[in-house]
């Protein structure tokens, strides 16, 4: 006799894959246990929330735990009756489905946690509610979704069952072409002037929602329009805003290339515009094309470096700073190191080698959610800057600035 053992409101604990040649790691989510003849089967969603093409190299076998009164082991084969490879490839935005099968029976009853250290899950509790197949596709149709999401999506639930909840997401065709850019965030300091400094960010896919599968994947995926808005607020004096920059580009992503087991290899080319929408002596305007080559190295445990140097080129008039380049210099580096959902220490730096006048800006993070049981989904922020340019009004202004503050994204 077969039923299904479903995992309620714990089993959307996210794992970490063993091995993937891409950008960022999937997340996995157990969606479901089944029971046969007292042997489980646990049913995964690899899910790619990034904007990259994933490749994942699945074990084929891996160990489950199961605890009850005492704790016991069971191997899981990789079930490969519709899978000719253990390679798995997995497109941006999308999911893949695996099953591992228990070699022996286990004694799995209602109220026991299972895990699978291999995947560096937690331990879930199980229920024995029977749950109809038609539920389970419904589910992985919005694994594309926020853990949470999914979670409440996966039990029957909705987030938000309000009416305008529901025109919004539904006038709304586009949304999912949304997605994070630079960090966004809200900081303060005790600098004479700049106290609080205020980013937004994201960027959206122009063509096509709905991202092609990897070996079908076509020019315009990788084709973006990102805007970002910088904002200087000089609350202590008259509580206006002392500047505020306004970064609009459009620029083009390659998918990722693995370049070894743990190495990724990506290249960005844009034209931004940035300017500052004052007139007169305080007005501040350019445009420049830049490329970027990134490249991140997975450091084992969850940990990742990202390198992303940048070479631009300024176009057209420069209006109000016509040496911004002696302050700024026509490169900058880009490196991250952290963990996902972890810390993680981001640093931008600028230089022109030849006038010596660059800039340094560094930023550490951390979920508060992991100090805090219940918190906000946000990070706690710290940032410091020192030398030219942090705004286009102060482009030949050397300053040092350090605020502490939340950050929504970074």
């Not at 929330?49 to 076998?61: Q, W």
């Not at 904002?231 to 693995?258: C, H, K, Q």
């Not at 997975?298 to 631009?312: C, E, F, H, K, N």
């Amino acid at each position: 006799m077969q039923r299904s053992v479903y995992i309620r409101a714990a089993f959307a604990a996210c794992l970490f894959a063993p091995a993937s040649y891409g950008a960022e790691a999937p997340n996995y989510v157990i969606s479901r246990v089944q029971i046969v003849d007292g042997r489980p089967a646990i049913d995964l969603l690899i899910l790619n929330e990034t904007d990259l093409a994933l490749t994942v190299s699945l074990p084929a076998t891996v160990q489950a735990q199961v605890s009850g009164e005492t704790v016991e082991t069971s191997p899981l084969e990789r079930d490969n009756s519709d899978q000719s490879s253990n390679i798995v490839e997995i497109a941006a935005h999308t999911f893949s489905r695996a099953r591992y099968r228990a070699t022996s029976p286990v004694d799995a009853k209602s109220g026991q946690l299972i895990s699978v250290p291999a995947f560096q899950t937690q331990r879930v509790a199980l229920t024995t509610d029977v749950v109809p197949d038609s539920e389970v596709l419904s589910a992985e149709a919005t694994a594309g979704s926020t853990r949470k999401s999914r979670a409440l999506a996966l039990s029957g639930q909705e987030i938000d069952r309000s009416p305008q909840s529901f025109n919004e997401r539904a006038k709304n065709s586009f949304t999912r072409n949304f997605s994070t850019y630079e960090p966004s965030y809200i900081v303060f300091g005790n600098a004479k002037d700049s106290e609080w400094r205020v980013q937004a960010s994201f960027k959206y896919r122009l063509i096509g929602s709905e991202p092609a599968p990897t070996d079908q994947h076509t020019w315009h995926d990788g084709l973006y329009f990102a805007f970002t808005q910088k904002m200087f607020w000089d609350i202590a004096s008259d509580a206006s805003f002392r500047d505020v920059n306004y970064l609009p580009e459009i620029f083009y992503r390659t998918p990722a290339v693995g370049m070894a087991r743990k190495v990724a290899f990506s290249l960005q080319m844009g034209i931004q515009h940035e300017s500052n929408g004052r007139a007169g002596d305080l007005g501040r305007s350019l445009n420049n094309i830049y490329i970027s080559p990134a490249s991140r190295f997975d450091l084992g445990d969850g940990y990742a470096l990202t390198v992303a140097p940048r070479v631009m080129n300024l176009i057209g008039g420069r209006s109000g700073n016509p040496d911004i380049l002696d302050y700024r210099g026509n490169t900058s580096i880009n490196i991250q190191i952290g963990k996902d959902n972890g810390l993680r220490f981001a640093t931008d730096t600028r230089y022109n080698f030849a006038a010596e006048r660059g800039s340094f800006q560094g930023e550490l993070s951390y979920p508060l959610p992991n100090i805090i049981h219940g918190a906000p989904d946000l990070y706690l922020f710290g940032q410091i800057f020192s030398g030219y340019g942090e705004s286009l009004r102060d482009y030949d202004r050397r300053m040092t600035r350090l605020r502490f503050g939340i950050a929504l994204t970074r």
